[in-house]
């Protein structure tokens, strides 16, 4: 099934795929692991365990497999695992948004928690400049407590220690 | 048999027509239309959003509009494909390769046009399938013990992992690892916590719109941000004269639709092979069959109306499925039925006999809905073409705050967000190592229900596992298992031409910088 034709070092020269095997594999492992902590019972009556140890065991199954197929594929993998042009600003502010969304609205209320999410995620974009993110995140901000505040009555203060 | 479908479908559109009913239907169409127009937002997170502020709804109008955003989604999509040679929406990816063209030679509009008659056409006999086949498979599923619901679950779930796209191997691990995120909370019959690791906001397991914005909405933005081009709109020009196709073009566009509309509802049947599969695979027929193959990807207009038709009839055959047997065929379907789950109705069989007001105002709002959309997208047109150019750098920081807002509604809790970006970011790096998303959320809405019929099943056969093959229709189901396996080992092995045909149809589709907005 191997076909003979690409030397084995070639073939061993890290894939993306190695990597998505492993990650499979450990996940597997984990779960069946935390698994067998449980009750596994028997087939007749399982415990809560038995489902999660099958499929921790058929998870690392897969993993195993897919690295297996990846080592046996002469064809080479383009695919890398970072982009070409990463762009850690556009995802620190993605994550940064929702962050800021959590604290804010649990200590501040919806105003300054919406007006902060919508800001930061839009400073990731490139070509987003300090004036228009703001702009932006003050129009979503209007329309967000217009149509989850006063149409949709979601209890969620506008700003916390004020009656507004 | 005809009679009583059209005594229920009148009941149907008693209910659709109601008028907060309809309202909410047309809502749903609207939103759809919207979202399926703005690229890089896709059904799958617009209906999770929605999601949580049905909470307070009944359940019919609730139904009724998150189904409208799926459907009215998919005419959104081909204006995006057509005009801008942009696939954000898969199953109207294909739709690019003679709808631009056709724009270039400024025959835009009608290709727009044939398409909403395509997608009427097309949507219409999904509809119908569904009033016919719908009874007849409750009749049989009503038989069904917990091992035949089981080895059912075990095709739905096979299906949908190998035959989506991308590595079926990948595919199998998404859809356990879907099933093991479905395992997190208490387990049922013992109470045991399981996975939760001590935290105490995760026994009542992994709230669904938390997977789904994770893995469709946050993992998306991060994938595309920076990474979009600038919109091309020099042809996007379109007004309601150019939309009435030629009494020529009508007679091209007839059997391919008719061709596309049979083949889509076939597709639907099949679990797994969703509206994207249906268009590539009536697009390559049509290819094949024509007398002069050598127009297509020049603006044929063919080309157009047969993915386009395949893909409605596909998406209201989807349907099926999902509402007689309560296994959903793709993402969509498997978010559907985690709403029915969250409104108190158990999926299944019964569901047609017991909540007869769901499924017939169902049916019969989509008759509505596609009218509507009709509607909406002939003398609005204008509106939806300029709203191509909004740019991406306003959408997804909007979208972001949808997703927060969204899912803090659901339980009123920061939690669930911070829950929401974690499965995120993991969702982000799933997609870099080429894993696709989608069968996640299917292994994790069936993952209890399929636990649950395992063991009684087993219980009631005292563990004595020949229980799945000594029953006849649970080893038919085992059997088609084992042929879908097979067939995989066969197209790796060899790979047959017809696969690769297909596959160099898809690499002929521009490349898309959003990667699985929808299934």
Known sequence: MIPGDTPLQERLKLKRDYYAGALMLVLGVGAAIIGSGYKIGTLARMGPGFMPVMLGVTLAFMGLLIAGTALASSEPDEGRFMPDNPQWFGWLCIIGGPVLFIILGQYGGMIPAVFACVFVCALGDKTGTVKTSAVLAAGVTVFGVLLFHYLLNIPFPLLRGFNL | ????????????????????????????????????????????????????????????????????????????????????????????????????????????????????????????????????????????????????????????????????????????????????????????????????????????????????????????????????????????????????????????????????????????????????????????????????????????????????????????????????????????????????????????????????????????SFWIGNILLVILNVPMIGLWVKLLSIPYRYLYPSAMFFVCIGVYAANNDMFQVGETLFIGVIGYILLRLDFHPAPILLGFVLGPRFEENFRRSLLISRGDLTTFIDRPISAFFLLICVVLIVAQVYVWLRKPKIIEEERAIEAQVPATPYSEVAE
């Open chain 2, 1 to 364: 048999m005809i009679s009583t479908a059209i005594t229920d479908l009148y009941y149907g559109f008693g209910v659709a027509l109601e008028p907060h009913n309809l309202m909410y239907c047309f809502l749903g169409v609207l939103v759809g239309n919207l979202v399926g127009v703005l690229p890089g937002m896709g059904p799958v997170a617009t209906i999770s959003i929605l999601l949580p502020l049905t909470f307070g709804m009944q359940p019919v109008p609730a139904i009724l509009m998150l189904s409208g955003v799926y459907y009215g989604a998919q005419y959104g999509g081909a204006i995006c494909s057509i005009l801008l040679n942009l696939p954000c929406h898969p199953p109207h990816a294909v739709t690019c390769l003679d709808g631009f063209p056709l724009t270039k030679q400024g025959k835009g509009g009608t290709a727009l046009g044939i398409t909403i008659i395509a997608a009427f056409v097309g949507a219409s006999f999904g509809i119908t399938e569904m009033i016919f086949l719908a009874p007849f498979l409750v009749k049989m599923a009503l038989e069904f013990g917990p091992a035949e619901v089981c080895s059912l679950m075990l095709v739905g779930l096979l299906a949908g992992s190998t035959l989506a796209k991308g590595s079926p191997l990948k595919g199998i691990a998404m859809t356990v690892l879907g099933l093991l995120v479905g395992i997190v909370g208490s387990d049922i019959e013992t109470g045991q916590p399981r996975f939760t690791f001590g935290i105490t906001e995760l026994f009542d397991g992994v709230e669904i719109i938390a997977l789904a914005l994770g893995m469709f909405g946050i993992a998306e933005f991060m994938n595309s941000i920076n990474n979009t081009e600038s919109v091309d709109m020099k042809y996007a020009k379109v007004g309601i004269s150019d939309m009435f196709p030629s009494k020529a073009d009508l007679k091209l566009a007839f059997w391919p639709m008719i061709r596309g509309t049979l083949l889509g509802s076939l597709c639907a049947l099949i679990p797994g092979t969703g509206p994207t599969i249906a268009s590539f695979v009536s697009y390559a027929t049509e290819k094949k069959i024509s007398k002069t193959p050598e127009r297509f990807g020049h603006g044929a207009i063919e080309g157009v109306a047969c993915p386009e038709a395949s893909t409605h009839s596909s998406v209201q055959g989807d349907f099926i499925p999902t509402m007689s047997l309560g296994i959903p065929g793709d993402t969509v379907m498997a978010l559907l039925l985690g709403a029915l789950i969250i409104h108190g109705i158990v999926p299944g069989p019964q569901l047609i006999s017991q909540h007869a007001d769901i499924f017939w105002g169902l049916i019969a």
